[in-house]
């Protein structure tokens, strides 16, 4: 059993080829091929992006085009907050 720490939840996979990577916090859990996409689950179980990521510095946003700014893929993951079209810089 291999075992990784996310956010203070543990991910692990049974040393098995092909085995998924299986999360359980709380009431809730997951299981994913990759390990990014189960670090992604926990993302949005927790419903905060991951403060360590390395491309939106933990703020849950990406900036796009140098004025607007798109939700982290890497937080979330493509098509999340797909009713979000975009977020204008300083929106109060
Ligand atoms: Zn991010």
Known sequence: M???T???ITITQAEVPGAPFAWVH???????E???EAKRQINRHLATPDPDCTICAGS?????LGWREVPCTACWGPGFWAGVKHHE???K
């Open 26 to 32: 709380d009431d809730a859990g997951g299981s994913a």
């Open 34 to 36: 990759a390990l990014d």
């Open 60 to 64: 849950g946003w990406e900036e796009l």
């Open 6 to 8: 996310h956010r203070d």
């Open 89 to 91: 810089r300083n929106q």
């Open 2 to 4: 291999t075992s990784i």
